[in-house]
């Protein structure tokens, strides 16, 4: 089982940036792939980036992909979502996942632990 826990989000103005990070404690973090994904109000949840175990593969939303960049610090047992260019549309709950393997997918079964999550504001 994984712990995790959310942190960095806030009030933005539309063309600024945010970085979210998510430790976590539990597993070896560098055994698995991390994910983040999204909930807008009214929305189902949506995927939004996902990093492999060592960071060498990176899969993102279409809606993202350019403004949004994803890492990770396995020595820190943390992930990171940088987020720029943001947009009212940005506007969510945040949530990190930790992968059922090192490989990371796009489908919330590919995921086995959530973390609370974290409110992205974005006003036009």
């Known amino acids: 089982q994984v712990q995790l826990v959310e942190s960095g989000g806030g009030l933005v103005q539309a063309g600024g940036s945010l970085r979210l990070s998510c430790a976590a404690s539990g597993r070896t973090f560098s055994s698995y792939a991390m994910g983040w994904f999204r909930q807008a109000p009214g929305k189902e949840r949506e995927f939004v980036a996902a990093?492999?175990?060592?960071?060498?593969?990176?899969y993102y939303a279409d809606s993202v992909k350019g403004r949004f960049t994803i890492s990770r610090d396995n020595a820190k047992n943390t992930v990171y979502l940088q987020m720029n260019s943001l947009k009212p549309e940005d506007t969510a709950v945040y949530y990190c996942?930790?992968?059922?393997?090192?490989?990371?997918?796009?489908?919330?079964?590919?995921?086995?632990?959530w973390g609370q999550g974290t409110q992205v504001t974005v006003s036009s």
């Open positions: 996942a930790a992968g059922r393997r090192g490989r990371p997918g796009s489908n919330d079964n590919d995921f086995g632990s």
């Open positions: 990093i492999s175990w060592g960071g060498a593969i990176t």
